[in-house]
């Protein structure tokens, strides 16, 4: 893909507490589309009649601009009607860019140092302050995106960043 700067990995592990969707069985089907930009579209495996799903499922997207945040919709399938959201947020990717502008620094730094906490704002959705760490040759970050547009839940996601730059590969798992 031209213009590709990294590919970004999104573990989506868990919705907690998710909204209902199914009101006769008092429970929803859930699963995760993530998407980047206008072209670039990936979903999880359905999860049957529950409210706290868990996926334990990778998503892979290519990094074209780091402005671009990734998005992230849950849904409930139906069968016999169109699929009902559960919920958005969106994954700001430019704090991962800038911790890599540290370049070679970054292999000098013992494992476990916190590079950035990343709080809560506009541009995310995190439910709490969440700290990009550097763990042997990787930038590691575990969040709990709050849902917007639903009456309730949360997904927790991991993120695995490898940047391209100069055609040298950097692995950040975030």
Known sequence: MEGMIGILRLRIKKGIDLAVRDRT???SDPYVVATL????RTKTKIVRDTLNPEWE???TLAIIDPKVPVKITVYD?????HDDTMGIAYVDVNPYVECLQMGSDLHHLPVGTKLETVQPNEHNHLLEESYIIWNEDKLTQDMV?????????AVEVQIEITLIENQRLITLKT
Do not use: A, M, V, Y
């Open 25 to 27: 069985r008092g429970s």
């Open 57 to 59: 499922q990778d998503l």
């Open 77 to 81: 399938k139906d069968t016999f009607s």
């Open 145 to 153: 995106l709050q849902l917007t547009d639903t009456e309730s839940g």
């Open 37 to 40: 930009g206008d072209d670039q």
